[in-house]
């Protein structure tokens, strides 16, 4: 059994906002992929960008100018 992991996860309200922190995301090579919103998170667009919490202050730093919908922390 995979043992779970605490990552911080973002919540957007539409998909375009998902897919430019995506873009944004791998531009600047930061840490981090485009998921399904977990059921524990609710999520306009049902997408997540998810990132281990030991990684996610450079991102949050870089993605200030994003509308992000929600932060929260997640054991996945």
């Given at each position: 059994?995979?043992?779970?992991?605490?990552?911080?996860?973002?919540?957007?309200?539409?998909?375009?906002?998902?897919?430019?922190?995506?873009?944004?995301?791998?531009?600047?090579?930061?840490?981090?992929?485009?998921?399904?919103?977990?059921?524990?998170?609710?999520?306009?667009?049902?997408?997540?960008?998810?990132?281990?919490?030991?990684?996610?202050?450079?991102?949050?730093?870089?993605?200030?100018r994003f509308t992000i919908e929600r932060v929260a922390?997640?054991?996945?």
């Open positions: 059994m995979r043992q779970k992991r605490k990552y911080i996860v973002l919540t957007f309200a539409t998909t375009e906002a998902a897919l430019a922190v995506e873009s944004a995301c791998a531009e600047q090579g930061l840490a981090g992929r485009l998921i399904p919103t977990p059921q524990a998170i609710s999520s306009g667009c049902g997408l997540a960008w998810r990132v281990p919490v030991e990684e996610a202050d450079p991102l949050l730093a870089q993605l200030a922390e997640v054991e996945m």
